[in-house]
């Protein structure tokens, strides 16, 4: 009978990296893949000027129209079904059979509301901490504390 296998996702809005478990102290980094977002500057997502609307009731007056979404936040919704979507695939190829989720607090927010409930069953913890950028060794050591105390 093989041993269960736990993997970890650690990602914030820009970056994601899945780890293919914990290394042990003084070992080598396990392998990771890592996926960017598709970087862009506020400027470049709202890039033109706001729709102009006529006031009612106020005899032809034009006001600037409300964008109705936030585009940065649906940039980072896309990131997150694109992570989810790997994530999938991983688990249904039986890559893995439990996932550790760390995450900065607002991509985990988001995390949460497109998991399916299939990949839902599989996360053993979430935490809400930003060391997505961290260098890999730091990253484990960051992990090893976080995941090992209890």
């Known amino acids: 009978m093989r041993k269960p296998s736990e993997w970890i996702l650690v990602m914030n809005a820009a970056h994601a990296r ?3 478990g914990l290394a042990a102290p003084r070992s080598p980094a396990p392998h990771e893949q890592a996926i960017e977002a598709h970087p862009q500057r506020p400027g470049e997502i709202m890039a033109d000027k706001p729709g102009r609307s006529f006031s009612i009731g106020s005899g032809g007056r034009r006001s600037a129209m409300v964008s109705p979404s936030d585009p940065q936040r649906e940039a980072e919704r896309a990131f997150v079904d694109r992570i989810i979507e790997m994530v999938e695939k991983a688990h249904s190829a039986g ?3 439990r996932l550790v989720v760390v ?14 409930p299939k990949l839902r069953q599989a996360v053993s913890r979430e935490v809400a901490r930003n060391i997505a950028n961290l260098a890999p060794l730091p990253l484990q050591e960051a992990l090893r504390d976080e995941l090992t105390s209890e």
């Open 18 to 20: 899945l780890i293919e």
């Open 95 to 97: 890559a893995f059979d």
């Open 103 to 116: 995450a900065a607090p607002e991509m985990l927010g988001l995390w949460r509301a497109a998991l399916p």
